[in-house]
Nanobody, 124 residues
Framework: QVQLVESGGGLVQAGGSLRLSCAAS????????MGWFRQAPGKEREFVAA????????LYADSVKGRFTISRDNAKNTVHLQMNNLNAEDTAVYYC?????????????????WGQGTQVTVSS
């Protein structure tokens, strides 16, 4: 069982930056691929970024590529999402997710564990 707790959301102006963090429980953090999804009002949940258990492989949605960076610290059981050059379309609830596999994936159903979400609001 893995418990995930996100932090770092908030209100930011367009063009600004935020850094989301996710703290995971458990002693086998490095065996899990980690990721971030987001859901805007009236829209389906969508993939944002994912990272392999070792941290050596990352995946990004086209909409965030070049602006967002996912990273992890296996010694501290944490994963981060650095978000730069934010725009209004990035406004959503962001969820930290974990999958019991080493390689990252982009589909919702592959992630067994979800955090409670953190709100990111970008004002234009």
């Amino acid at each position: 069982q893995v418990q995930l707790v996100e932090s770092g959301g908030g209100l930011v102006q367009a063009g600004g930056s935020l850094r989301l963090s996710c703290a995971a429980s458990g002693r086998t953090f490095s065996v899990y691929a980690m990721g971030w999804f987001r859901q805007a009002p009236g829209k389906e949940r969508e993939f944002v970024a994912a990272i392999s258990g070792s941290g050596g492989i990352t995946l990004y949605a086209d909409s965030v590529k070049g602006r967002f960076t996912i990273s992890r610290d296996n010694a501290k059981n944490t994963v981060h999402l650095q978000m730069n050059n934010l725009n209004a379309e990035d406004t959503a609830v962001y969820y930290c997710v974990a999958a019991p596999r080493s390689l990252p994936v982009i589909t919702v159903r592959d992630y067994s564990y979800w955090g409670q979400g953190t709100q990111v609001t970008v004002s234009s």
